[in-house]
């Protein structure tokens, strides 16, 4: 916003900035909504509205602890990504590590959810879905015979039933969340999925 000068001596004023547009409360009634479902799901404590500045905010937000396993790393995340990533969790990766790899999925791992960061980490441009904690990084799964299966390491595997899990998570992913970035996107989402609630629907 520009600044509203006056003349005469009199000191300038600045313009109250804009609120981020369509922001949902903890109050609510569609977080209320939001997390009566989110309790079917998961368990989870209530993170308070918080605003960070500089586009930067945590609104109507979670910190998950139980999706029907562990999931590292997680900070805070909307409610209606939280509801959605652990109905993935559930319905979409559970099932595929036992139908495609003969095991049961034991943890999720993740590089995060909130952070206060520009897309693609630059330095200047539009703000990335994780400074308003509607975008969670998933970097690998851990089975329950032991096997670790990473976006990094195992993206191009060789072995077709690791290779036909991670395209039926992918897949299924697609379905549930906005925008989905892969390692097919860019190099930098080489070693995680991206997935979040923002503008969409887009998968790569």
Known sequence: MGLAACTGGVS???????????????DSPQTRVC???????????????????????IFSSVKLTGTGVPVSNLGPMTCSLAATFAGWVRSGVMPAARLYLGSELARVETFGSYSCRNINGRQSGNRSEHATANAVDVSGFVLADGRRITIRQDWDSDDPAVQSFLAAIHTSACRRFKTVLSPDYNALHADHFHLDMGRGPFCR
């Open 35 to 57: 997390l009566a479902n989110l309790g079917q799901l998961a368990n989870f404590q209530s993170v308070p509205d918080r605003d960070f500045g500089e586009g930067c905010y």
């Open 12 to 26: 300038e004023r600045r313009a109250p900035a804009p609120q981020p547009p369509n922001r949902l409360t903890n």
